[in-house]
């Protein structure tokens, strides 16, 4: 295994994992609410009166973000070593995991551990093993 050093990138890592812890504080802080993305757009297939602004705002700003730093950074290449079938089969997989495990990375993995919950700390651990493993059948298995 090595390294892949012209696109090891730790600064900006570093700067997107504070940007979200801090999102993600004062998300609850200020809403009461655990930010998880996944609760957050079902919110919005299941609505419910008095609820669908704040959500619509969150998504919209999910998609707002990434339009601005297109026009102030510019362009960036972006490189995915999938087909189609590939990304919809696994959007799917991860769609049910999410439902199963009744949240997210984010709502988990992020919010959950911060918290302490154990059932958090079990999701993140089912959620990160079968990661690893899927990439080690896709890459060493069945490649």
């Not at 079938?85 to 709502?107: E, F, I, N, P």
């Amino acid at each position: 295994m090595s390294i892949d050093w012209t696109h090891f990138t730790p600064w900006t890592s570093l700067a997107g994992g504070i940007l979200l812890g801090i999102a993600s504080a004062m998300f609850i802080l200020l809403n009461g609410r655990i930010l998880g993305i996944s609760g957050i757009v079902g919110g919005l297939l299941r609505p419910r009166s008095g609820d669908i602004g704040w959500r619509l705002a969150f998504v919209l700003g999910m998609l707002v973000a990434p339009t601005l730093y297109f026009l102030i950074a510019g362009p960036t290449t972006v490189r995915i070593d999938a087909g189609w079938l590939t990304l919809v089969v696994a959007g799917l997989l991860v769609g049910a995991g999410t439902r199963y495990a009744s949240g997210c990375t984010s709502g988990h993995g992020v919010c959950g551990l911060s918290r302490l919950s154990p059932r958090s700390l079990a999701a993140t651990l089912a959620f990160m093993a079968a990661g690893f493993a899927t990439v080690y059948l896709v890459r060493h298995v069945l490649a």
